[in-house]
């Protein structure tokens, strides 16, 4: 599912599918190097021989190998080389998440917070989300913290939350930062704080979000220049928790 955001407390979005699809043909291979036939089928799915490389996955998915169950997930899902069935996208993605797969532990969540091969359960999709965010799956984490935000399948809490966003935009997640900084600009489950509002909405903007660059310009209205000097010091950037131990402004 790809980002639909706007500013906290609108509409619930999480961020995912459209990203995926594209990211699906790029994904890691496993660890071992020896896994020829997992390489083989990859080779195959990136240059649209989607047989080959359903062959291969099928083989590797029988032995329980879990990326090869996770790209015939993807494979069902989106239709490649098969007609699109979301049962047997779900199915797979379930027997990869339950053999460990983030990815597909992510994708189980998104099955289900979008109903798409049965009745939404925002329940299951916060525990799944749960399952790959603590694996380290930044978008996991993004998205558990908007379920936190706003109270679907986990019970609504702030400070959950904003943990969770900040993992994520931590982790470069453009959408986590985006929602820090409005949290810090508004004082929204945070103290307020215009410099790691500056921080986290330059950081969103440096990926060319339209919205962040825009929040920019509001808050720099009421910054000084000395203190949109601290917010842009690339030592706070490599650490952007690090405002709060810089020296008191004027």
């Known amino acids: 599912m790809?980002?639909?955001?706007?500013?906290p407390l609108k509409p619930m979005r999480l961020r995912g599918m459209k990203w995926v699809l594209i990211t699906a043909l790029l994904i890691l291979l496993p660890a071992s190097p020896a896994d020829a036939d997992f390489k083989s089928g990859m080779a195959a799915y990136r240059r649209g021989d989607y047989a080959r490389a359903h062959k291969e996955f099928t083989r590797l998915a029988a032995r329980g190998n879990p990326a090869a169950l996770r790209m015939l997930g993807d494979m069902y899902e989106s239709g490649a080389g098969v007609p699109r069935n979301y049962a047997e996208a779900f199915k797979r993605y379930a027997e990869a998440a339950a053999r460990g797969d983030l990815h597909a532990r992510f994708m189980v969540a998104q099955f289900y917070y979008e109903g798409k091969a049965g009745p939404k359960d925002y329940g299951e999709?916060?525990?799944?989300?749960?399952?790959?965010?603590?694996?380290?799956?930044?978008?996991?984490?993004?998205?558990?913290?908007?379920?936190y935000e706003h109270g679907r399948g986990v019970p609504k809490n702030d400070a959950e939350a904003i943990k969770w966003f900040?993992?994520?935009?931590e982790q470069g997640v453009e959408e986590s930062r985006l929602k820090l900084g409005y949290r810090y600009m508004k004082g929204e489950g945070v103290v307020q704080d215009d410099i790691?509002?500056?921080?986290?909405l330059d950081l969103a903007a440096s990926s060319g979000n339209r919205e962040a660059r825009d929040a920019l310009e509001t808050l720099s209205r009421r910054m000084t220049p000395e203190?949109?000097?601290?917010?842009r010091q690339p030592a706070l950037k490599r650490k952007p928790g690090s405002a709060k131990n810089l020296p008191p402004g004027r």
């Open 2 to 7: 790809q980002t639909r955001h706007r500013p």
């Open 196 to 200: 790691q509002a500056y921080l986290w």
């Open 125 to 147: 999709a916060a525990r799944w989300y749960r399952k790959a965010a603590e694996g380290g799956h930044r978008d996991a984490r993004h998205n558990l913290g908007v379920m």
């Open 166 to 169: 900040r993992m994520a935009a």
């Open 227 to 231: 203190d949109i000097a601290r917010a």
